[in-house]
Each structure stands twice: as structure tokens, then as C-alpha cells.
């Protein structure tokens, strides 16, 4: 199982972050406190260049589960870094062909990225954009069902891309939505607290 890992992007910020972890991390299951179980490596593409940075991973004594402390820059299984994934998603939204993205996220360290790969991507972050657009229409809709709530909005013709701004905003409560190449990162922190 995955815990996502709140740390630094930079990769020799997260070396050091590595290096230097020693906060307690309980165990999603049964709650109890786990111990060190070792590291491992692994390979992120990022679009200049790729890396080998070790993965933390913890045991449960009760449970006898080991858990991967994934960083938040990172999608557990994945071999690219998830701004790279958000690059993407950002030009499917905006409409440039899926033909056109292979030469845009084709980087130095990975000659080129298939298009067999990039339309599986597209379907996975259809898949998971889209229940994160459902949950957020929900959770918004559910605090603001005061009065007329959010109704008048919809009345009025609102577009997608105001849409998205909102939910983003609303997810992010403050308003300050990160910058682009941190957005999936800062959404993946926020999500449940392990994948299986």
C-alpha cells in the first residue's frame, strides 16, 4: 500500500527530506505507530532529466502490512513525475490533439512518449478527473445548499473553465490554487491517505 508523502518537488530538496525524515507515521488500517522497513529506489522521469530517489517504506507491527511512503510527486506505479501527467491533462482540456502531445511531453531522458502510452494516460485522467469533478460538484453543492445555493450560477450559463476555477477554489478553501506543475501534486495530497 501507498502513503502519500507531503515533501519537497525539488528532487535534492527531497534527498536531504529523505535524509533527515523522522516524523512518526501511523498506520492508515488500525492507526498504531509503524517502524522503519527499509528503502528503496526508484526512476522518475522529469522533462529534462531522471532520477533515482529512494522510497521510505514503514511496517505495521499489528497489521503486518508494509507501507511505500510515495512523495507527493509521484503516482505509486508510475514512472513519470505528475507534473508531467498534469501537462497533459491541462492540454486535453484545453483541446490540442493527442497526436500533437507526443512531441510535447517527449523528454530528454525518455526519447519519446507512444501514443499507445498517451492514450492510456488520457483515459486514466478522464477516469479520475472526472470522479474528482463529481465529488467536488457534490461537496459544493451540499455546502452551499442554502437559499438559492449554487443554482443561479448554472442559470446564468457558466463555462467549464469557470467551473474548474471554482471547484478549485473551493477545494483549496483559501483560494490560492497552486501554480501550474503543483496543482495534481497539492490534489494528490489531499486525497485519501493510501491507494491499494
Not at 536531504?16 to 509503524?34: I, L, M, Q, S
Not at 517502524?35 to 522518475?44: E, L, P, Q, S, V
Not at 513519470?80 to 500533437?100: D, M, T, V
Request: glycine share 6%.
Amino acid at each position: 500500500m501507498t502513503i502519500i508523502l507531503k515533501c519537497p518537488i525539488a528532487i535534492n530538496k527531497y534527498k536531504r527530506f529523505v535524509k533527515t525524515f523522522n516524523e512518526e507515521v501511523f498506520c492508515p488500517c488500525c492507526g498504531r505507530k509503524t517502524r522503519k522497513h527499509g528503502k528503496y529506489k526508484k526512476t522518475i522521469h522529469f522533462k529534462h532529466q531522471s532520477f533515482r530517489i529512494p522510497i521510505m517504506r514503514r511496517r505495521c507491527p499489528d497489521c503486518n502490512k508494509t507501507f511505500s511512503l510515495m512523495p507527493c510527486f509521484a503516482i505509486p506505479w508510475g514512472r513519470f513525475a505528475i507534473h508531467i501527467y498534469e501537462f497533459l491533462g491541462r492540454w486535453l482540456i484545453s483541446g490540442i490533439p493527442i497526436s500533437q502531445l507526443a512531441e510535447l511531453l517527449t523528454t530528454s531522458s525518455v526519447s519519446v512518449v507512444s501514443l499507445k502510452t498517451l492514450y492510456r494516460w488520457k483515459r486514466r485522467f478522464q477516469e479520475l478527473w472526472g470522479n474528482w469533478w463529481i465529488d467536488q460538484r457534490k461537496k459544493w453543492i451540499a455546502e452551499f445548499d442554502g437559499e438559492e445555493g449554487v443554482l443561479p450560477l448554472y442559470r446564468e450559463g457558466i463555462s467549464s473553465s469557470q467551473e474548474i476555477q471554482l471547484l478549485l477554489s473551493f477545494f483549496f478553501n483559501d483560494g490560492a490554487i497552486p501554480c501550474k506543475g503543483r496543482l495534481l501534486s497539492m490534489i494528490n495530497l489531499r486525497q485519501p491517505i493510501f491507494y491499494r
